[in-house]
């Protein structure tokens, strides 16, 4: 390993921002309150995330402050989550969702009171839209805040068992929370559709008054306080509307809404989402590098045996090289994807997000959190039983996965829903027909300018013929069933353009680097990635013509020996995501992993006592 190799590469993976925006956050973790607790249980567990979310917010500047840096916001969304799961979504709730909707809609000097409340952080601040029977249609929700001029206070209800909010934090009622609660807005005998709503529901004490909660089932390894919230006719005054720009009340009293559709109002009201999703896609990728770099280092000390040898890393196989090198792969390209997501968010109006940017923003989300699960997986089982504890982390990653896939929209509706919308485009006369395929003859498998034409070309052909498909009248049907008919290719158009622009932005970060080393490593881990995805679908690319029938057979080995190639500079690649032992405090990670684990679990043994004492 090169020092500067990694320098470089971490430059790369953190866009150049690293020392200014994310070194602090590592600093900040090694504080012991951070240290592993074993033997908790869950409601321990939930109380002590709080109490590190505490030690978060104490440690660095005031929310207010890191929202108004996107950057930062999408660092603090990486790296807490690394030493406890359970603070992912106890900080971005409370800095992006709840306090950024605040921020946005009711930055005013009659709300100082209680933005100034949330942003000490003496109230936590849950986010309140998903509603038990609204979740992938949260525009349909029915929590109901009914205006009465007379008292000029909001009358706050749930109307029925479906309404009940869903999942938010109220379960811990000595937590002071004051949240962010979306109802349906109703004055004067109109329904003027969804508006954000700030409502106490905790006084750090006891639930509030007409403010109910009943906890939800337990969930693997994070115990939080979610919970089905329901108000009973709950008094809110009229200041704690966060109407924004997006209507308010005239002199006379009347409410008057802002001009435009109750659609455009309610994605005004829920703008929150978008850095939400960059967010999650960060935390995906944090964990996903961070599994690789546990597995990668525990490889190379894990020992086994060999034809005719014995005390053989296991990393020297080749199965075990293809496992981990691949997942490495798709962590390298994933990071560079959300860099890239993350570039063109922050330099777009956030007044008006482009079309373009929502989809590029929905892809990498449900992209990057899908691919990063199949990491965490890979890397879980290539630790073998070591992989299962949570002293070593990966198994506790999974379990945050798992949440990230379905947070700030469920990946399978949200990619179906950008599908839609770009299929739509393209049959509006918004595309270019499809390129040619590239002709396979004479392709080396690891040219990474062929694997690019080859991945494009799949994404442009499957979006001709979802087009085609959508726009086909020859049979009588409703839109509905031709949609049906076309979702599934749709979700794999949507997935192609995806791969398609990370292993763009791949190819082009592989000669960035001064260092040789670095440059060569990247290449070749680009080649892997983008050989992957084409041997994932290589029936499909063999029928159109775009790979022959040998480069097919040639596919594994060609993967191998990218693998083989890649083995020295394992160390630099995994030098470059900024990561470190002592942070992590997985045992498997550290560079003596049998001391580690005997200090761990202080099994020590009569032949470990030399161990013992120099631990």
Known sequence: MTSSASAELSRLLFDGRYEQTHQDLHELLLDPVFDPREGLDMTEAGKLAYERSRA???????????????????????????????????????????????????????????????????????????????????????????????????????????????????????????????????????????????????????????????????????????????????????????????????DDGVFRPASGNRRKRFLRAMNRILPGRLCVSSAATGAGRASVYIALRFAAQRLTNAPGRNDLPVIEYRSHQLALYTALSRTYAMTLLLNHA??????????????????????????????????????????????????????????????????????????????????????????????????????????????????????????????????????????????????????????????????ECFAAAVDTPEDESARTALGLLAALYGLSEVRRDAGWYLARGVLTDRQVELLPREADTLCARLRPYTDALIGGFGLSPELLRAPIAADDYVSAFQQRTGAFGPAAGAVAEGG
């Open 342 to 503: 993350k570039r063109e968010f922050t330099a777009a109006p956030q007044d008006a997000v482009p079309a373009e940017l929502n989809h590029l923003v929905s892809i990498t989300k449900a992209l990057s959190t899908w691919e990063m699960t199949d990491v965490v997986a890979t890397c879980r089982e290539r630790c073998g039983a070591q992989g299962i504890f949570s002293a070593n982390r990966i198994a506790d990653y999974g379990s945050l996965l798992q949440g990230l896939v379905t947070a700030e929209g469920d990946n399978q509706v949200l990619l179906a829903t950008t599908a839609g919308q770009i299929i739509a485009q393209y049959g509006a006369g918004a595309g270019a027909e499809p390129a040619p395929a590239p002709d396979p003859v004479g392709r080396d498998l690891g040219d990474l300018a062929f694997l690019v034409a080859a991945v494009r070309h799949r994404e442009e052909e499957l979006l001709r013929e979802a087009a085609s498909a959508m726009a086909d009248d020859t049979g009588d049907r409703t839109y509905f069933e031709a949609w049906n008919g076309t979702v599934n290719t749709g979700l794999e158009m949507a997935r192609a353009r995806g791969v398609r622009t990370a292993l």
């Open 56 to 250: 978060v917010h104490a440690g660095l500047e005031r929310p207010r402050e890191i929202l108004a840096d996107p950057w930062r916001l999408f660092a603090l969304a990486e790296w807490p989550s690394l030493v406890d799961v359970s603070m992912f979504s106890l900080l971005m709730v409370h800095y992006n969702l709840a306090f950024g909707t605040v921020v946005e809609h009711g930055d005013r000097e009659d709300l100082k009171d209680l933005s100034d409340e949330l942003d000490r952080l003496d109230s936590f601040s849950p986010y309140m839209a998903t509603e038990l029977g609204y979740g992938n249609n949260v525009a349909a929700l029915r929590t109901e805040a009914v205006y009465d001029p007379a008292t000029e206070t909001f009358v706050l209800n749930t109307p029925d068992a479906l309404a009940q909010k869903h999942m938010s934090y109220s379960g811990f009622q000595d937590v002071p929370k004051l949240a962010v609660v979306m109802a349906r807005l109703k004055a004067d005998g109109k329904d003027h559709g969804v508006y954000p709503f700030l409502v106490r529901i905790s006084d750090g004490k006891r639930s509030c008054e007409g403010v109910h909660a009943a906890p939800c089932p337990e969930k693997p390894v994070q115990g939080l306080d979610n919970g089905l919230t329901w108000f009973d006719h709950v008094r809110v005054p009229r200041r704690q509307l966060l109407h924004g720009d997006m209507g308010g009340f005239d």
